[in-house]
């Protein structure tokens, strides 16, 4: 697949079809691409936690729930737009079904909030990219930090160890498509905050 | 190019042709794919700051230089490592050269530190994979924030909004290739903390 095509394409796949068995060797490639980014200093911290495990998935789902419910709150305001409104009943699905996506992947690492982070996120866009050229939807969620300690007792990881995100993966029951986004000429500055970009 | 192949070879190429011009037209195709990739409930916080003013691109390489070799004297102790020595070799190299790169792109957000570093780094990928796709040498770089204010004076960036990346673009004086990464069964956990993948 095209690399622009990949990168038009890869879009939050909430919905997967939890009858489709995804193979270790796609997974092992998919994380192959994500270790290639780079981290600071080539230091490479991350570690790919990845959970097929059915208990230990459910259990990983049932965190998940708890957190995304503490979270949608937050949207309450804005569910009348429609694009909210469906990323809420995509949102919703997830936090019913974490638990079921045939494989959770955590990026894991040591190190300060607010220090590793550029070391991490590159790799998970690479392995969303491979997952899209695989056939395979991914969508990364963050809100299972709300209660990280229950992930690690799970997963038996250590307490100096974060994880960054909660990442299902599974054949998607929708289309691939382009996400919304605004713009580029809203989102680019030139040479001066808020100057806008020569036109094209 | 390949999706695959683009992940496998981009890698950090610090040094530039400063000779050879980019196209306006390039870099608003990267900052396009960039703004593709997933962020918190899509509320895409990143401007994307492209520095091609000579002067202001002078300032930014100058403040770089300095924080770089505030940064340096952490590897001072690996200097004998093959690999560690070439990575120096070229990032002294980016520390006297940041401003000669013909464009400098920032990725900007407000948000706090440690809460929205997931929504801007994924993006920082695309943006090199579409820098790859053209041609268009990246490297990704974050010591500037010990001078981050600096940084705002040269570019008019309010005290609230955050510069997360300093990243140098152009068409690179090396070859592309692919970066050095441990094997990834050294990397991969498997169901539990430090149980391996199956093999493949």
């Given at each position: 697949m095209d690399v622009f095509e990949?990168?038009?394409?890869?879009?939050?796949?909430?919905?997967?079809?939890?009858?489709?068995?995804?193979?270790?060797?796609?997974v092992l490639t998919m994380v192959t691409y994500a270790t290639k980014a780079a981290t600071g200093g080539n230091s490479q911290p991350v570690r790919w936690m990845v959970v097929r495990d059915p208990d230990k998935r459910a259990a990983l789902g049932a965190v998940y729930g708890e957190c995304w419910r503490m979270v949608r709150p937050m949207y309450a305001s804005r569910e009348d737009e429609p694009a909210v409104a469906r990323m809420l009943a995509s949102a919703d699905h997830l936090g019913d079904h974490m638990g079921d996506a045939p494989v959770i992947i955590l990026p894991c690492s040591k190190g300060q909030e607010g220090q590793v982070e550029s070391s991490i996120f590159p790799g998970v866009q690479n392995l969303f990219l491979a997952g899209r050229a695989l056939g395979l939807g991914t969508t990364l969620t963050t809100v299972h930090r709300f209660k990280e300690d229950e992930v690690r007792t799970v997963l038996d990881i250590p307490a100096d160890v974060n994880t960054w995100a909660m990442i299902p993966v599974g054949y998607p029951t929708g289309r691939w498509g382009e996400p919304k986004r605004r713009p580029v000429e809203d989102v680019t500055y030139w040479d001066t905050w808020k100057n806008p970009p020569p036109t094209a």
């Open positions: 990949a990168m038009s394409t890869t879009r939050a796949m909430r919905r997967l079809d939890t009858s489709k068995e995804v193979s270790d060797a796609d």
